[in-house]
């Protein structure tokens, strides 16, 4: 039986009515320590001082107007965004599927106004790039696409990180080549820095673009402001989302010059995209995130975290295989259900995401403190222990 609210969802019986830093709290005061902070959304924990102020702040000036005029908080935090990374242009939107749509667009029409009418996006097994049409096209799992069709065309599917694969399948029909320099839903499964260096040669060699989704690894996740920038691989255009509104829905998507010169007068539109509320949350995020010694803290944070966990894992050597990831993106690899070690840990009082390669990641709040990441792994060994035949 249907309720009123689309049951696309397998929910977890929980409902919380605040949230402060890395803890979420019910109706009757039962608080659970948050390592999933809203699948990376919510970057600087729940309810940040500096992002009450500012949305408190903007939401006593101007809500929306739409893009029919300019928007002094969406120059602003563009203006941030090309300052820091490759990008020469941004475009804002509400979300990362939106912006995957933006981006195959984008792709395509570069070639078009080429005279060279490309259609072929190569993406990777394991992939998510949202829920929409290309979205679904571009990842092509049966759970996927099952019942979707017809889907939109013109993608191909390799295995993941697989040199050979890629350097056989890109040719001068290759449009793009489109992935997540460290993949979330797939398994905090990070591309080799080797890969993605190949991956950078053979577009420039084939005349292709790379697009990076950046959406789950990117704003400060792995360490650095974006995944992509530790094997020192900047793509044409780039995905964003998730934590740059650090819980406010906001996305972007980020190109050079030369990747959105097709994106003319009327080819693209959002009425939400780059709000005023919006645009000023992200840019306070973008401040506080690219604020001197921040990104330096996520990195150390996330070797604590790291070094913690593979102690739970040698603890647990009949439920956890072993870690993966880089900052605080980790996944602790199963032997039983990743499902069971979500669950077992509800019991006792911790939050995490389950993903696909039998993995449960670990994605708390980029300012969690050491405290509180000591606390939660002693929580998870709780919690591995009702599923240990032999504790």
């Not at 919510?42 to 029919?68: D, M, R």
């Not at 975290?305 to 690899?333: C, I, N, S, T, Y």
Request: contains cysteine.
């Amino acid at each position: 039986m249907i309720t009123s609210v689309l049951p696309t969802y397998n929910r977890a019986p929980l409902a919380f009515v605040r949230g402060q830093g890395s803890w979420l709290e019910t109706a009757d005061g039962t608080r659970y320590l948050d390592l999933g902070a809203g699948i990376a959304v919510n970057a600087l924990g729940h309810a940040a001082p500096e992002l009450v102020e500012t949305l408190s702040a903007q939401a006593q000036k101007l809500w929306h107007v739409s893009n029919l005029y300019q928007i002094p908080e969406q120059q602003a935090l563009a203006d941030l965004l090309v300052e820091r990374t490759f990008a020469d242009t941004v475009f804002f939107t509400n979300s990362g599927t939106e912006a995957c749509e933006l981006a195959v667009k984008m792709a395509r029409k570069y070639h078009y106004e080429k005279g060279d009418e490309r259609a072929e996006i190569i993406t990777f097994a394991g992939a998510f790039h949202g829920r929409s049409s290309a979205a679904i096209a571009a990842a092509g799992s049966e759970k996927m696409v099952k019942g979707f069709g017809p889907l939109l065309p013109g993608f191909t599917h390799l295995p993941w990180d697989d040199i050979a694969a890629l350097r056989a399948a890109v040719s001068e029909k290759t449009c793009a080549i489109l992935i997540e320099p460290v993949q979330g839903e797939g398994g905090i499964r990070p591309a080799s820095n080797a890969f993605l260096r190949e991956l950078r040669a053979l577009a420039d060699t084939h005349g292709a673009l790379v697009i990076f989704d950046e959406v789950q690894c990117g704003i400060g996740r792995t360490g650095r402001l974006f995944a992509h920038e530790w094997p020192g691989v900047a793509p044409d255009i780039m995905m964003v989302a998730k934590g740059i509104g650090g819980g406010f829905p906001l996305g972007a998507v980020l190109a050079t010059e030369a990747a959105a010169s097709g994106m003319t007068l009327g080819t693209h539109g959002s009425t939400y995209g780059g709000n005023p509320l919006g645009c000023a949350v992200g840019a306070r995020v973008m401040q506080v995130v690219t604020a001197p010694g921040f990104l330096e803290a996520v990195a150390a944070k996330g070797a604590f975290l790291r070094q913690k966990l593979e102690g739970l894992v040698a603890a647990h050597p009949d439920v956890f295989e072993g870690v993966r990831g880089e900052g605080l993106m980790l996944g602790l690899r199963c032997k039983v259900a990743p499902g069971d070690v979500v669950q077992a840990g509800y019991a006792q009082n911790v939050l995490t995401v389950g993903a696909a390669d039998n993995v449960v990641r670990i994605l708390p709040a980029l300012n969690i403190s050491e405290a509180d990441m000591a606390e939660a792994v002693a929580r998870l060994d709780a919690a591995a222990a009702t599923l240990n035949p032999a504790a």
